[in-house]
């Protein structure tokens, strides 16, 4: 069992930044990727980025150039640097972690907002 616990969301202005930590335990192996996906009210969940165990990274189309995820192995911890907030950005943010099974962290809410 993974156990995922997500840091770092908050209310922020339009044009600011904010930093999400996801820290995992519990697995005595690595993942093939860890990864942050979003779900705002009435939408469905999307991706953000995803790092693999070889260190690529992918990105959704409305982030590319604002956000970056980055991991720090010998934490077991991955993070996603948020720039440039815009209020469409506003949602409960969600860490994912996948090897054979998939595991959710219980999601940390962004507001992006004036």
């Known amino acids: 069992q993974v156990h995922l616990v997500e840091s770092g969301g908050g209310l922020v202005q339009p044009g600011g930044s904010l930093r999400l930590s996801c820290a995992a335990s519990?697995?005595?192996?690595?993942?093939?990727?860890m990864g942050w996906y979003r779900q705002a009210p009435g939408k469905q969940r999307e991706v953000v980025a995803v790092i693999t165990s070889g260190g690529t990274t992918t990105y959704g189309d409305s982030v590319k150039g604002r956000f970056t995820i980055s991991r720090d192995n010998a934490k077991n911890t991955i993070y996603l640097q948020m720039n440039s907030l815009k209020p469409e950005d506003t949602a409960v943010y969600y860490c994912n972690w996948r090897r054979i099974v998939t595991y959710w962290g219980q999601g940390t809410q962004v507001i992006v907002s004036s």
């Open positions: 519990g697995s005595g192996v690595s993942p093939n990727a």
